[in-house]
């Protein structure tokens, strides 16, 4: 049997049907080898953060058992990204799927193209608040328990959707 990892994905979308899109990644990521869906968070309504003029996201945050390292586990969040019909047209483009590794573990990696843990993750209500719900207790490496820090999102919007 492979060693497996606890990975924690955040999902975003604000274009097209989100609801689908997020189905769409929980039916692919179950898909991946010697990876099972563990939990997921509700969705959740968020502003844009950093952009004006786009449709409000829908957030949530999915629980991953994985064998995959992390660097190909990022690699299919990719081509998963890319099947939902993400484009990548400027910086912070409204997007109809993102899909983040936020955790990987306790591992903590800054490559080209793989930073763990996600370097703002604990500085954004839509990923902190759904990652309290099914993981409160998990530990994000230099930052401490995730239902910790929620207190410092406090004053960000967020709604469950």
């Given amino acids: 049997?492979?060693?497996?990892?606890?990975?924690?994905?955040?999902?975003?979308?604000?274009?097209?049907?989100?609801?689908?899109?997020?189905?769409l990644a929980l039916r692919r990521l179950g898909e991946l080898?010697?990876?099972?869906?563990?939990?997921?968070?509700?969705?959740?309504r968020t502003a844009p953060v950093g952009v004006e003029g786009q449709p409000d996201y829908i957030n949530a945050v999915i629980e991953l058992s994985t064998a995959l390292p992390?660097?190909?586990?990022?690699?299919?969040?990719?081509?998963?990204e890319h099947e939902?019909?993400?484009?990548?047209?400027?910086?912070?483009?409204?997007?109809?799927?993102?899909?983040?590794?936020?955790?990987?573990?306790?591992?903590?990696?800054?490559?080209e193209?793989?930073?763990?843990?996600?370097p703002r993750m604990h500085l954004?209500?839509?990923?902190?608040?759904?990652?309290?719900?099914i993981a409160p207790d998990v530990i994000i490496p230099g930052r401490g328990r995730a239902a910790d820090l929620l207190p410092g999102v406090a004053a960000q919007q967020i709604a469950r959707s």
């Avoid at 049997?1 to 189905?23: E, H, I, Y």
């Avoid at 193209?113 to 996600?118: A, I, K, S, T």
């Avoid at 954004?124 to 719900?133: G, N, S």
Wanted: net charge negative; charged share 20%.
């Fill in 70 to 80: 992390a660097r190909p586990l990022l690699e299919a969040l990719l081509a998963i």
């Fill in 113 to 118: 193209g793989l930073q763990v843990p996600h």
């Fill in 84 to 111: 939902g019909g993400r484009t990548r047209d400027f910086h912070m483009a409204p997007r109809t799927m993102d899909l983040d590794l936020l955790l990987y573990g306790d591992a903590v990696l800054d490559e």
């Fill in 1 to 23: 049997m492979s060693v497996r990892t606890r990975a924690f994905v955040a999902f975003g979308a604000n274009l097209g049907d989100p609801a689908a899109a997020f189905a």
């Fill in 124 to 133: 954004r209500a839509f990923t902190l608040v759904p990652l309290a719900e």
């Fill in 33 to 44: 080898p010697d990876s099972d869906v563990v939990a997921q968070s509700s969705l959740y």
